[in-house]
């Protein structure tokens, strides 16, 4: 069974970048799509891109194009998550959720990580 | 993009009572739908995937169904600890996921 263990929460001034990662255990990351979803505070999730196995690419959410950038280190099985020139209005809890490219099984997720942009 | 459609925004139940929680997609994900549950400060719970399949530890009078465009979780018998927001997610296309708005499950 795979887990997720996310970095901690972070507080960001409006215009920084933020860098969220995602540790894989029980599966390697080739065995894995990665995506991003996030949620504001009292929103729902709001799925922001992730990996395509058919085509190897990674694909983002229109509205985050240009501003989000997701990798992966396959040597340490641990997924990146960045975002850039960060607004109040990027102030969401973002987990880093993941299907099984080798077995039927539903999506995991991590256990999500605050970032607070505030100035 | 598939948008995924719950109803209702909010169901009011009390104890021991069945919730039904509809989900429809704009066009077919065959069975690529998962359910999850949301209480307040949590990470979704995966229920259900697969449209019907009950994730790990998940309890029986946990149920879905449907295929297609038109889906359904079914609680049999609320317990205090269902009391929650439920969501719906299509996963049929790797490039993209999408979400419902949320069904909350409220006390009645």
């Known amino acids: 069974q795979v887990q997720l263990v996310q970095s901690g929460a972070e507080v960001k001034k409006p215009g920084a970048s933020v860098k969220v990662s995602c540790k894989v255990s029980?599966?390697?990351?080739?065995?894995?799509?990665m995506h991003w979803v996030r949620q504001a505070p009292g929103k729902g999730l709001e799925w922001m891109g992730g990996f395509d196995p058919e085509d190897g690419e990674t694909i983002y959410a229109q509205k985050f194009q240009g501003r989000v950038t997701m990798t992966e280190d396959t040597s340490t099985d641990t997924a990146y998550m960045e975002l850039s020139s960060l607004r109040s209005e990027d102030t969401a809890v973002y987990y880093c959720?993941?299907?099984?490219?080798?077995?039927?099984?539903?999506?995991?997720w991590g256990q999500g990580t605050l970032v607070t942009v505030s100035s | 993009e598939i948008v995924m459609t719950q109803s209702p925004a909010t169901l009011s139940v009390s104890p021991g009572e069945r919730a039904t929680l509809s989900c429809r997609a704009s066009?077919?994900?065959?069975?690529?739908l998962a359910w999850y549950q949301q209480k307040p400060g949590q990470a979704p719970r995966l229920l259900i995937y697969g449209a019907s399949t009950r994730a790990t530890g998940i309890p029986a009078r946990f149920s879905g169904s449907g295929s297609g465009t038109e889906f359904t979780l079914t609680i049999s018998s609320l317990q205090s600890e269902d009391f929650a927001v439920y969501y719906c997610q299509q996963y049929n296309n790797w490039r993209t996921w999408t979400f419902g708005q949320g069904t909350k499950v409220e006390i009645k």
């Open positions: 066009q077919s994900v065959s069975s690529n």
């Open positions: 959720a993941t299907l099984s490219l080798i077995a039927v099984a539903g999506p995991s």
């Open positions: 029980g599966y390697t990351l080739t065995e894995l799509s």
